[in-house]
């Protein structure tokens, strides 16, 4: 990410009076800043959740409890199907909704809000139910929730400083699916496999969050100048 094109964009809303604080913020197709304002916010619309790519963003809100269902009724009896195919339903979803929304021309700014909030939720969610479960360490889950800690306590401050969210980067997508794939290896008791991809994700986990963390670095550095 060139810093240089982050300062410009800091400088761009602050021209315009858009920039930090509450005074909100200007939209743009920065690779790594999404910089809201009035404007984006009046198209932030619940209308929206009728995109294809957003409904299936809801769908795996829709299916996580049964999902979680699925899981304690799995330590109970054994079966293991049910959350299996649940898990795997999510997964796909969470592939293609992006994939999707590019086909269809639906990207929303709806969209690259609650995709990465439900993705984080999902997480979190299967993460104490695996814990709880037995199937999990808490040294795992610490990364899980200390990570997502941080991520959310620099979304706010970037919103009160800059007037602009952090836009998902390509690890932070990647680190879901991944988690994802543990999540089903676990369940499918490939112990091995499981461990390997457990790794990958928690390898993936810091990545992201020392990448948010840097981009946050800068703006705070630029918003100086």
């Not at 808490?138 to 952090?166: N, P, Y």
Request: hydrophobic share 50%; glycine share 6%.
């Amino acid at each position: 990410m060139d810093s240089n094109n982050i300062n410009s964009e800091i400088k761009e809303a602050s021209m315009t009076g858009d920039a930090g604080g509450s005074t909100g913020c200007l939209i743009t197709d920065n690779e790594d800043v999404l910089l809201l304002n009035q404007n984006s916010v009046d198209k932030l619309k619940l209308s929206d959740i009728k995109t294809v790519p957003n409904l299936l963003t809801l769908s795996r809100i829709i299916l996580l409890p049964f999902l979680i269902l699925s899981l304690i009724e799995y330590n109970n009896t054994g079966i293991v199907l049910l959350p299996v195919v649940i898990g795997s339903v999510m997964l796909f979803t969470d592939i293609i909704d992006g994939w999707i929304a590019g086909i269809l021309e639906q990207r929303t700014t709806l969209g690259s809000i609650i995709d990465p909030v439900s993705d984080k939720i999902i997480i979190i969610v299967l993460g104490f139910t695996l814990f709880f479960l037995g199937y999990m360490s808490i040294h795992v889950l610490w990364v899980l929730l200390l990570r997502d800690f941080f991520l959310i306590i620099f979304g706010f401050r970037s919103i009160k400083r800059f007037g602009c969210i952090l836009k998902t980067n390509i690890i932070a997508r990647i680190t879901p699916l991944t988690w994802g794939l543990f999540y089903i290896l676990v369940v499918l008791k490939q112990d091995m496999l499981s461990r390997l991809i457990c790794v990958a994700a928690i390898l993936l986990t810091l990545v992201s969050g020392v990448i948010y963390w840097n981009h946050y670095v800068i703006l705070s550095r630029k918003a100086k100048l």
